[in-house]
């Protein structure tokens, strides 16, 4: 099976390699899923079917497999490139009901069974696959969903013993979190007994409460070889001391600001970072972008994983911010997410990373250092949205000047304006070249203004004013006359 497994998925992962569009990666997964056994001249796989529902209604479907002439399961697909989103998963779930079908597939950037399970209101995803070679996952998709094995029953069995094992997991996942959670109190408690029992003849039980009470449990997602229970001398041996750093921890509201900006809660502000951290490294990969923000610094879930990844492992979606205008994708093409969990034993570490990558970062009830700005001369500052861009802002004329050897975004933005489009398109003809895939600055260029540089070196609509950044990371507005 596993074998079979990369047959099929190999094209997969070229159409998602080159970025194809819909309808190319349409016509290569009904090609593949001839691999499984499935016939077109037979009428199994039916491309786009018009399927009459009710007295006047019509659906289309993506993809619908057959065996003689009766439905087995349905199939929606997007582009390789594309991000799942919640109506792709409301569409497939539509047809698979209107058509009276248990299970249904949907093949994008990865490959996910989803389940509509009697009386239950929503259907669950109960397996994601990533496009992956040698994958076990694919190697029991490919059992399940191969002609000649395909059954049903056996779909449903599978479904039902998956919810089983997730929700098991998810039990054994809120325990952990509770651990995590009161980790002083259960394990002081747990502690005590146990401490007990084996030295209850030679200790009282108040000097066992004692001792533990001179003691911090803590309780931290294991990652590599880190221990899951640590304990560690507390300052004070007094218990009431201990509750009141427990408290302190369980209910900490400490909110961040990034460069002077609106304060944050925690995930808020982990989330504002590697956003623009982005932003200003868009040719990093991913896996450069795992290296600046280490997964070390959150513990087991780490600061940023892959969809395919959080599916594929199973975790549950809330522990990373998911929802439409989060997720994030990388210089590579990999859609990826933030992680949610983090509290005042870990967030304290990005705080540290923050200020070494050149953010200022203040926290609520401190008071934001001064910014001493130059009122004259030139300032160098840099851009870094959609372009690896450098210039001279002259504070006194309040120009600027981008300067050559400067990389500008070689497209234009989706939406940006006719005019706009037909000046920049001059101005490029003028001051860029293009060198393999970069368009590259080759004489100095000055601009009456900064957000007229910006656009140059953007593509579209952008601020100058708050875009060009000063060697100290501050927004060019503080300059302004």
């Known amino acids: ?29 009904e090609a593949q899923l001839q691999l499984l056994g499935w ?9 786009k079917p018009n399927l009459s529902i009710g007295n006047n209604g019509h659906i289309q479907p993506d993809i619908l497999i057959q065996k003689d002439d ?3 399961f349905v199939i929606e697909v997007k582009r390789p490139l594309h991000t799942q989103i919640a109506k792709d998963r409301d569409q497939l779930v539509s047809y698979m009901r209107q058509l009276k079908l248990k299970a249904g597939i949907y093949i994008g950037e990865h490959i996910e069974i989803f389940y509509d399970q009697p009386d239950s209101e929503n259907a669950v995803s109960v397996l994601s696959i990533p496009l992956e070679l040698d994958n076990k996952r694919g190697a029991r998709f490919v059992e399940l969903f191969s002609k000649d094995r395909f059954s049903k029953d056996a779909i449903v069995q599978f479904c039902e013993d998956r919810i089983k094992e997730m929700r098991h997991q998810e039990s054994l996942n809120k325990i952990k979190d509770h651990l995590i959670t009161d980790a002083q109190g259960q394990i002081t408690e747990g502690m005590k007994m146990y401490l007990m029992e084996k030295y209850g003849n030679t200790f009282s039980e108040s000097d066992i409460v004692g001792m533990l009470a001179s003691l911090n449990f ?29 408290s302190k921890q369980s209910h900490d509201k400490t909110q961040y600001s990034i460069n002077g900006g609106t304060f944050q809660n925690k995930r808020r502000f982990v989330h504002q970072l590697v956003k623009m951290y ?10 450069e972008l795992e290296k600046a923000f280490p997964s070390t610094l959150q513990g087991s879930y780490g600061v940023i994983r892959t969809i395919d990844y959080i599916r594929e492992k199973g975790i549950e979606e809330y522990r990373y911010l998911m929802k439409d205008g989060e997720l994030l994708r990388s210089s590579d093409g990999v859609t990826f997410a933030v992680c949610s969990q983090w509290g005042i034993g870990n967030t304290p570490r990005v705080v540290e990373l923050a200020k070494k990558l050149g953010y200022v970062i203040t926290t609520s009830g401190e008071a934001p250092a001064p910014v001493e700005p130059k009122k004259d001369g030139m300032i160098a500052c840099a851009l870094t949205r959609n372009a690896d861009a450098k210039g001279l802002f002259d504070t006194t004329t309040q120009t600027l000047v981008v300067l050559k050897g400067s990389k500008i975004n070689p497209r234009h933005l989706d939406k940006i304006k006719p005019e706009t489009k037909q000046k920049r398109d001059a101005l490029i003809a003028e001051f860029a ?18 957000s007229g540089a910006a656009v140059f070196c953007v593509g579209g609509s952008a601020n100058g004013w708050k875009e060009w950044r000063d060697e100290n990371n501050n927004e060019l507005d503080i300059y302004r006359k």
């Open 218 to 246: 803590t309780a931290t997602p294991k990652d590599g070889q880190q221990p899951v229970v640590v304990a560690t001398p507390v300052a004070t041996s007094r218990k009431k001391d201990s509750d009141a750093t427990q």
């Open 70 to 72: 009766k439905k087995q």
């Open 433 to 450: 070249e293009r060198k393999g895939d970069d368009l590259v600055v080759i004489k100095d260029a000055s601009f009456n203004t900064p």
């Open 39 to 47: 016939m077109r001249y037979k009428n199994e796989i039916c491309h």
């Open 278 to 287: 982005v932003e200003e490294h868009p040719s990093a990969t991913f896996a």
């Open 1 to 29: 099976m596993q074998e079979k497994w990369n047959q099929f998925v190999y094209y997969l992962r070229e159409a998602k390699k080159n970025g194809v569009e819909e309808p190319e990666y349409h016509s290569t997964i």
